[in-house]
């Protein structure tokens, strides 16, 4: 048996907040700021064997800045992985409040900078398709310039066409089907509508809820049916829906420990994907 704990992996989507803004709201019982610290997240990498991480913004700016602008954001997001010595990545912010025209001229002024290696897109936070217009000028930007973009999708299940849903990212696909595109989350329960699509797909928040609901033989399977060469390994850390951000890495580890993979497969997706997957930039 593969011992996942030991394997030197990448987590390719986790969320840390800057000092200040933690500072401002300590005083509130909240999963990001409560175990958000830079300076706590490099100790558990040295306590799971997790070489790098990504850090991936919101899609609102109050979250990770103090004057609630995509600039700051930028600025903290990019001092973070400074200060980790090259231990954390970031992926670039946007507003969707602001001109189509200063988002892009924005993302040229930060993804020249080492720190940042893509573009997140979070539909359910902005409440706005994933396929609609302003994402549209924004893959199209990313397509032209062979820029990785990561996709949140966990959509409602009830919905398929959910702003997340897979229904509406093979319609952005249709259209740019060279896309460098990361999906988050297997797309939630909607996971079925992704299978032989063109992307990488992490297992952040997702893998032990598909766990609680089918069991590790089933859960085994629909990872296997995504593909292990498209699979890459996240946690979302510090959220989750079932688990608290103390239980997410030893949980993660236990559960995947039960599954079949072969070592070479592990150290695919622990590490090797990932890495396939910012190359190029």
Not at 58 to 77: G, R
Not at 113 to 134: A, C, M, R, S, V
Not at 147 to 175: A, F, G, M, Q, T
Not at 190 to 218: K, M, T
Request: with cysteine; proline share 4%.
């Amino acid at each position: 048996m593969v011992d996942w704990k030991q394997i030197p992996k990448i987590d390719a989507h986790i969320h840390l907040m800057p000092d200040d803004v933690i500072k401002a709201n300590s005083d509130y019982d909240d999963t990001f700021v409560d175990n958000g610290s830079v300076i706590d997240y490099l100790k558990i990498m040295d306590a799971n064997n997790i070489e790098c991480a990504f850090i991936m913004p919101f899609n609102d700016p109050y979250m990770l800045s103090m004057d609630f602008t995509v600039e700051t954001v930028h600025s903290n997001l990019q001092k973070m992985a400074i200060s980790s010595s090259s231990k954390l990545k970031c992926f670039a912010d946007i507003d969707i409040r602001k001109d189509i025209s200063q988002t892009l001229s924005e993302l040229d002024r930060v993804l020249i900078q080492k720190e940042f290696i893509g573009i997140k897109l979070h539909p359910t936070n902005t409440g706005y398709p994933i396929d609609g217009e302003y994402y549209n000028q924004i893959f199209k930007y990313a397509n032209d310039n062979g820029i990785l973009i990561e996709v949140h999708s966990y959509p409602r299940e009830h919905l398929s066409d959910d702003v997340c849903s897979p229904s509406r990212i093979k319609n952005v696909l249709n259209k740019y089907a060279k896309l460098k595109l990361s999906i988050a989350h297997l797309g939630g329960f909607q996971f079925e509508e992704l299978c032989g699509i063109n992307a990488y797909f992490n297992i952040s928040a997702i893998l032990p809820d598909i766990v609680n609901r089918f069991g590790i033989e089933r859960a085994n399977e629909i990872l296997r049916s995504i593909g292990v060469d498209k699979l890459v390994f996240a946690t979302d850390y510090p959220d989750s829906r079932c688990l608290q951000a103390n239980e997410i890495y030893d949980k993660y580890f236990e559960l995947l420990n039960k599954m079949d993979f072969s070592q070479e497969e592990v150290e695919n997706i622990c590490k090797n994907n990932a890495l396939k997957m910012i190359s190029d930039l």
